[in-house]
T-cell receptor, first 114, second 114 residues
């Protein structure tokens, strides 16, 4: 079955620390890849997306993600986190490269301490 | 862009009752999606409309669930004879039909079954 795995359910960091959240998917064909973020009390928002081209994708608020096809991975990174990055982060895939259903991972809850 | 609107925000009902949720997508979006999210999990795809046509349904959508989008604008999701396991956040998203159009999510309707 198609699935998305996020390696860490909870991450706690201090401000200015570097962040890397892991995401692996199980689908052998073409995929579109996404990271969504949900700040406390808010709706899911798109952080960044990969469809094709440069596998290093830059998103909003200083986030970036790298698509490594051979590893079926799409890890999210940020060099220096801020308290305002406290949120839940979801990796998602649309199998087949289309834009129909999103298959989400279970999410990683990030807490950044001042 | 007024965003995706969902009503009600919260619904509490007794087991066995019927409930209906409404989603108003972003006005120019002709694709509309329903997802369900339970505690500690990412959203799970339920169904998808393009205009008024329901193009895909998940096997999660049992015969107690029905979704409509009669005029290709707002959509309703009805759950008949609710069960404890239906307690969840029900999310609606919409997107345009151009290539690689991202899904925009609403705040969701939280359903609690007593």
């Amino acid at each position: 079955a198609q699935s998305v795995s996020q390696h860490n359910h909870h991450v706690i960091l201090s401000e200015a620390a570097s962040l890397e959240l892991g995401c692996n998917y199980s689908y052998g064909g073409t995929v579109n890849l996404f990271w969504y973020v949900q700040y406390p009390g808010q709706h899911l928002q798109l952080l960044l997306k990969y469809f094709s081209g440069d596998p290093l994708v830059k998103g909003i608020k200083g986030f970036e993600a790298e698509f490594i096809k051979s590893k079926f991975s799409f890890n999210l990174r940020k060099p220096s986190v801020q308290w305002s990055d406290t949120a839940e982060y979801f990796c998602a895939v649309t199998p087949g490269g289309g834009y129909n259903k999103l298959i989400f991972g279970a999410g990683t809850r990030l807490a950044v301490h001042p | 862009d007024t965003g995706v609107s969902q009503n009600p925000r919260h619904k509490i009902t007794k087991r066995g009752q019927n409930v209906t949720f409404r989603c108003d997508p972003i006005s120019e979006h002709n694709r509309l999606y329903w997802y369900r999210q339970t505690l500690g999990q990412g959203p799970e795809f339920l169904t998808y409309f393009q205009n008024e046509a329901q193009l895909e349904k998940s096997r999660l959508l049992s015969d107690r669930f029905s979704a409509e989008r009669p005029k290709g604008s707002f959509s309703t999701l009805e759950i008949q004879r609710t069960e404890q396991g239906d307690s969840a956040m029900y999310l609606c998203a919409s997107s345009g039909t151009g290539i690689n159009q991202p899904q925009h999510f609403g705040d969701g309707t939280r359903l609690s079954i007593l």
